[in-house]
């Protein structure tokens, strides 16, 4: 394993999706979001293709034009993406109305641009509205969670699973599972308290959430540890964020009161495969056992639960 962290590449590219029926204008659109650094997932020229095209490989965003051809328009287009999908909108339009602004306003719009676009404003846009949306998303994940502890329920952590395991299956898309434990909490418990605990923990999250990709989930669950899942997302990869997860470390300090408490991690790491035939539950739980192992072999690194190919439940351990 690579542990040089500058080999780590962090920054995983955003998909985006482009649905405008004239060809030339979205080839072009195409053109300057690969120029910064996107991933184009494909273009659709109505609304009916913008939701197959969702269907089959989700992306972080859509780019939407108001006006395009088929029985619905870019509005109607947006709201059932939202509603099915949860994925955010930014609108491109010719000209601008007060009746679609309220309109754009109730379909999942996060942002609202005239034609033709400039790259340093489309760029600038596009960040808002993921970072708003994942505010949003992160509130909305609180409602399956105990109050000041920021511990997610497992209810709500199974029937996540239940929709990454089902779109992973559908697309035949991978998802990297990150199991992370904090070395140093039983100290943090002994010496300052459940309310160090939490706020130990809370500070953790709040730095993955920051460091890691718009769809990936981050949850502390009841046994003290930090689940990720990161879709899409292959071991080799899920393996590289997990040793820049632990590198990252070296410069995370928590303030408790007028404390500072320097954490380390141990984590787990595994990877689901609806091919392989093992279900995401029991994936999650290889990779909480790797975690455990990691702590018990001195924390402060990764463990990865390698299968050999011969057979999906034979399993090799790679430190």
Known sequence: MDNN??????????SILIVEDELLVARQLAKKLSQLGYKITGIASSGQAALM???????DLVLMDIVIKGEIDGIETARRIYESSKIPTIFL????????????????????????????ELNAMIKVALNKHRDYMNLSSQEGQETNTGITTQEYIQKRMAVEEARANRNRQHIGIIILVIDQLDLVRKTYGFEAENVVFNQVLVHLNN??????????????????????CSLDNATNIAEKIRYDTYDL?????DR????????????YSGSEKIPLEEVIELAAAK???AQQNGGNRVVVKLRCHHSPHSLDDKP
Do not use: H
């Open 93 to 120: 339009t010719a000209y601008c109305n007060e009746e679609l602004v309220n309109r754009a306003q109730v379909a999942g719009c996060y942002g609202y641009m005239i034609k033709p676009t400039k790259p340093p």
């Open 211 to 232: 460091v890691l990709r718009q769809t990936d989930f981050v949850y502390r669950n009841e046994n003290d540890q930090i689940l990720i899942f990161l879709p899409d």
């Open 5 to 14: 962290p500058e080999s780590v590449n962090q920054d995983v590219q955003t």
């Open 291 to 293: 975690s455990i192992q």
């Open 53 to 59: 095209a969702v269907f089959q490989d989700p992306p």
């Open 260 to 271: 500072q408490i320097w954490v380390s991690f141990s984590l787990g790491v595994d990877c």
């Open 253 to 257: 300090v928590v303030k408790y009161n």
